[in-house]
């Protein structure tokens, strides 16, 4: 058991060796420990200033309160602010889709039979709306035209004598209205015999590209044979099924951007054409057509494509992404109050490299937050802060016309502390709804 203790004791003594040592090469070390609560303020303080008098010149005095600079000396704390402004979320939709034509017919024949006489494409043409495809034996039903042609003209022929005789009082008018029923009877024999005759060519429905013909000459077809499928793909449909809760930010025309998986080089274009009007219940969502255009003759029916739909945001607070600091509750960022440091809780709705978008109710459009010296902060802590932005900024506390006050405002010999403290000074970057949004110089400072 002594052993252990002795153990334990020489562990410690270690780490209070390394610690110490680690404050005499690094000064900023011992800042950070004067700046914190801990107990026994006034010996650690003791031992700090005797292992590194640099870390003890900034924190000469600890009995002041907590207003007091980052290491309880007499200067404000620098630190680089930006300001807080209003930004809109990118929401976009992701979805894979599958391709269709845009019309797709299969060729059967009409309620009609027989033998394959002559097959007039071949697969892959492109075909025009009423082109024959295919014809079929036709002989008996040209004889069967034939046959009402001569009735018809037999009935005509009757129907002028009998009109003669009824001049002539020799034929009474029942006889005169039966002989033309007999005429219009014979008439519609005949028309039922050239259709039957023009269902032994089989013609294409619409313009499109044939595909594989799945007949030869000779070969016997009834009204259930496929003869060919034909595509129109100058344009294809993209079926997609949209979850539910999207459905309210959709509309028919709604731009969207796909990429084949296949060609995933190539983007086209394209909008939504159709928005089913039911929701599947078992899935929750609803299918949706887009369309875009076949550059080409590129793109196939069946192909799957990924695609992107920009929707409209919401408006949220937005600032650097040094601005958040991370502790057991949550996020939150030092907002300036009156020249102080007062911790703001955030909750993060969207992360990108140059910006983050957060909720706080304690947070409003103009607010300066802390983007360079977070390290170093503490609720009540004045500070010397630089804005980063050239033009003044407005003050949630101020008035429409009032600017931020002298004692929060850009000053360089402050900027050159806190670059000698470790912070880099940042420059003037791209802008962003009316607010400058900066970029870095060197943000391994911080």
Known sequence: MVG????????????????????????????????????????VRTLVVLISPEAGEAAPDQARGPGDGAFGGGGNTPAIVSAVRNETSATDLKALASAE???????????????????????????????????????????AVDRATLMAEAAEDKLVRYEQ?????????????????????????????????SKREITAPIDGRIGIVQVERGSLVESGTAIATIDARDRLKLVFYTPERYLSDMEVGTD???VSVARPDETYSGEIAAIDSRVAEDSRTVR???????????????????????????????????????ERTGPFVW?????????????????????????????????????????SMRNGLELDVEIRNDAPVASRDAGPAEVVSADISADVSTARAG????????????RRSGVPLPEPANRSGS
């Open 4 to 43: 252990f203790i002795k153990q334990i004791l020489v562990t410690v003594v270690i780490l209070i060796i390394g610690l110490a040592g680690l404050v005499w090469i690094k000064p900023d070390v011992g800042r950070t420990i004067l700046a914190s609560d801990i107990p026994y303020k006034e010996t």
């Open 419 to 430: 670059e000698a403290s470790g912070m880099a000074r940042i420059g003037e970057g791209p």
């Open 256 to 258: 969207l951007t796909a």
């Open 101 to 143: 034509a845009i019309r797709s017919v299969t060729v059967y024949p009409d309620n009609t039979s027989g033998v394959i006489e002559e097959v007039l494409v071949s697969s892959g043409d492109q075909v025009r709306a009423g082109q024959p495809l295919v014809r079929l034996e036709s002989s008996s039903q040209a004889v």
């Open 335 to 375: 907002a300036v109050r009156d020249g102080k440091a007062q911790k703001a809780p955030v909750r993060i709705v969207q992360r990108d490299i140059d910006q983050v978008l957060i909720v706080s109710d304690a947070l409003a459009v103009g607010d300066l937050v802390v983007v360079e010296g977070v390290q």
């Open 165 to 197: 005789l009824r001049q002539r009082n020799a034929a009474t008018n029942v006889e005169l209205s039966d002989i033309a029923r007999e005429r219009d009877a014979a008439r519609l024999d005949l028309r039922d015999a050239q259709i039957a005759l």
């Open 288 to 326: 949706t057509e887009g369309v875009i255009l076949n550059r080409d003759d590129r793109l196939r029916p069946g192909m799957s494509f990924s695609l992107t739909i920009p929707l409209p945001g919401e408006t949220y607070l937005a600032t650097d992404p040094l601005a958040v600091v991370w």
